[in-house]
């Protein structure tokens, strides 16, 4: 532990130095930035397990990555030659995006889905990932339906072991997505995903993405059946770690998502 705070404080004062550490407790350390209200946490638990019987020279490269990923940081332009087989779609709240972008002060990419919803855009980047900003898109020279597009089709490559479960309740039947890779989510956008859902469900198809792990689906038309889904939905969203949206949805075409009043 001593090791990387003090190499992350070595790094701030070359590179962030108007970041300062103001507090320290087992793995955890708080930065403050003269923009912002309050200090920001920084969990060191990777860091310091991945590092443990390393070199210095490791405990350097970890810390670099850190500070490069801290808010406010400058991010090289985005080659998308080099770099758009990593970029990835992520359902998003709207909410929690505008708040990231304060922290960094810089906007994130965010496309409008929903009042409530939006499409943002990951970046892989030595298993780690992070959100790109707006301004690296616009330096790349893409506008957002193409950005968007490079990113579902890298998903859609992603999707061969897709995993859609059907769960037969009192109510009728619930189709639930299980495939344990963090998209599932996302995965809303792709047409294929339509395309599928109508095949098993027959006819209209109602939709819940509760966290961005999972989505629920069923179809449209059965009053007791919506209810089952609404009520699944709004339990799952309050107790997840990645909250995406307590509402369902009309899934009426590939990638749309229509607020559907609650019963």
């Known amino acids: 532990v001593p090791r990387v705070v003090r190499g992350l404080s070595r790094r701030l004062s070359v590179e962030r130095p108007e970041l300062r550490l103001v507090e320290h407790f087992d793995l955890s350390v708080s930065l403050s930035h003269p923009d912002l209200a309050e200090p920001f946490a920084l969990d060191l638990s990777r860091a310091v397990s991945s590092t443990r019987d390393q070199s210095e020279a490791a405990v350097e490269r970890v810390v670099g990555r850190l500070v490069s990923m801290l808010p406010g940081a400058a991010t090289p332009a985005l080659d998308l030659v080099r770099e758009k087989h990593r970029i990835l779609p992520r359902l998003a709240r709207r909410a929690q995006m ?3 972008s304060a922290q960094a002060s810089a ?4 496309h409008t889905l929903t ?6 855009l990951q970046l892989e980047v030595e298993g780690r990932t ?6 690296e898109t616009a330096r790349a020279g893409i506008d957002v339906a193409r950005a968007i597009g ?3 089709e890298n998903l859609a490559e992603r999707s061969a072991r897709f995993r859609l479960v059907r769960e037969d309740l009192p109510e009728g039947a619930l189709f639930v997505a299980r495939s344990g890779d963090g998209l599932d989510s996302a995965r809303v956008l792709l047409p294929e995903l339509h395309a599928l859902l109508l095949a098993r469900i027959g006819g209209p198809v109602l939709i819940g993405v509760p966290h961005r792990d999972s989505f629920y689906a069923c179809a449209a038309g059965d009053a007791a059946l919506t209810r089952a889904l609404c009520e699944r939905t709004a339990y799952d969203a309050a107790r997840a770690p990645h909250t995406l949206s307590a509402a369902v949805h009309a899934f009426t075409c590939p990638g749309e998502l229509r607020l559907l009043p609650l019963l």
Do not use: K, N, T
């Not at 906007?107 to 965010?110: R, S, Y």
């Not at 992070?130 to 301004?135: A, D, I, N, P």
């Open 98 to 100: 505008a708040e990231l």
């Open 107 to 110: 906007p994130l990419f965010c």
């Open 115 to 120: 009042d409530e919803l939006g499409v943002a």
């Open 130 to 135: 992070r959100y790109l900003r707006e301004s």
């Open 150 to 152: 490079l990113a579902l």
